[in-house]
């Protein structure tokens, strides 16, 4: 009988229930056990492709070409996993099927309600799963905070599904927190009580509740937890401040949550194999150098924007034996006072992620011009590539060289929309989505990161390198060392002039995986690290490699 784990959080969002949820899959993993994870979303989007990334976080896409919600992102990097896009299940999704469903007919003139149509078709989607794909057990992390209206169909199926599978087969795991009041310096557990008491007046018993605070639980606030929140008092454990989220697993099977999962499941008991895990986190954990890196972009403020960034930073900083310290610039500074540019000299590395529109475009292109010109190692992602276009064509005397979404009147559109992009009007699920194959110039920098002659990379864009302006790119010193659909779209450039300025249309960092690195982040790093005084070093990343098609 396949198994499944249902997370829930309470008292408020934002306090690490992603990070728990890939900790306990992980915990389950490294025992021999075939692990998925699935993150239901109860709004009403259809995905989160359309939100904006400022107030949902990132959009993370998966290698089918799904745009889902950021946690998506912390299961594969845990689980070292493809998670296909149809785990990611959001209110718009099923109600979208059932409507259909109802359209043809297919309830036979039933009144179609929210129990028990909304919540089948939630149990259906969830018992497809492990069917389709042959897993030990299903990882389901539920959006938002018990007690949201929008969640109350989603919270009522994993109540009826552990009645139908029975209960050593359904595992209910709270995440909540404990605060602590500085006045008194004490940890407080009636917001966890509170949260506790309206999931059961919901129908659904939490088997075990993990309390996230700054520090561990002393014992007085255990107890308490475990007596009013009727769950033993070993099956309450911490999740505590940390130094790295990697972390995570490790302290909480130390704290036994894995034998107590082994046993209520009924999982074969076998001895958890945490060696490379311990390894991995060691290279986190004791990085010798630093090195200092510029993210250039227009949600600086939130780090949650640019999540997969900073973690495919961090593990090539890891695997290179660096700490890597991280400084988001808000580029609209650039524009409001170009002179500010200079504060980039300051940094070991520049880099510009991917986005979309005109505000802070200006401000980056500035930081891509002033890279290049001071040979400061650059890295451009999506959005980051496009510009450097811009930023070339400029430098070559292409008059007016923009890129047609800022600037549709422009003369010299260098970047255009892709023409299969024509007459879209729907905004979501239309771009360029998933993985794509790339073919990889043996005589460049990406091959010498790459050591592959094709790669498949993560794509998410409408607009492109116009192919009237390549050839003439290409004759003043401008490299496209990565093509795909038979060399007509370019994929990577370099400027081979310089030490380390190379930007890649598709988002390496999404593939990116702790111990295993995105080869253009770790070459970005080393670039970095180098402070243009010696040759990237690639061996490095190679022994750290798996070894795995990327």
Known sequence: MPKYVFVTGGVMSGIGKGVI????????QVRGLKVTAVKIDPYLNYDAGTMNPYIHGEVFVTEDGGETDMDV??????????????????????????????????????????????????????????????????????????GDIESLPYLEAARQLRLEEGGENVLNVHVT?????????????????HSVQELRRIGIQPDIIVARSKAPLKQEPRRKIGLFCN??????????????IYQS???????????????????????????SWKKMLQDHLTQTKQVNIAICGKYAELADCYVSVNDALKDAGASAGAK?????????????????VRLLSRFDGVLVPGGFGARGAEGKILAIEYSRSHNIPFLGICY??????VEYARHIGIKDAASSELDPETKSPVIDLMPEQNGILEKGGTMRLGAHEIAVDESSKAFSLYRKKTIWERHRHRFEVNPTYISELISKGLKFSGKSDSNRRMEILEV??????????????????PGRPSPPYFGFVQASLASNKQEVNVEQMIAHQSGGPR
């Open 73 to 146: 992102g912390t299961y594969e990097r845990f689980l070292d996993i493809n998670v296909p896009k149809n785990h990611n299940i959001t209110t718009g999704q099923v109600y979208f099927s059932v409507i259909e469903r109802e359209r043809k007919g297919d309830f036979l003139g039933k009144c179609v309600q929210i129990i028990p149509h909304i919540t089948d078709e939630i149990k259906d989607r969830l018992r497809r799963i492990p069917k389709e794909e042959g897993v030990d057990l299903v990882l389901v992390e539920i959006g938002g905070t018990v």
């Open 231 to 244: 769950v033993e008092e070993s099956a309450v454990f911490t999740s505590q401040d940390m130094d790295s």
């Open 384 to 389: 980051g590539f496009q510009l450097a276009v």
């Open 324 to 340: 890597v310290n991280l400084e988001w610039i808000e580029t609209d500074d650039f524009e409001k006072q170009s002179e500010n």
């Open 21 to 28: 949820a890939a900790s306990i899959g992980k915990i389950i």
């Open 177 to 193: 927190l404990v605060p602590v009041l500085d006045v008194v310096g004490e940890q407080k557990t009636k917001p966890t009580q």
């Open 249 to 275: 697993p490790l302290l909480l099977e130390q704290q036994g949550l894995g034998t107590f999962m082994t046993h209520r499941l009924r999982l074969p008991e076998n001895q958890p194999q945490w060696s």
């Open 496 to 513: 081979p002039s310089n030490k380390f300025h190379l930007a890649t249309q598709f988002h390496a960092e999404f593939k990116s995986r």
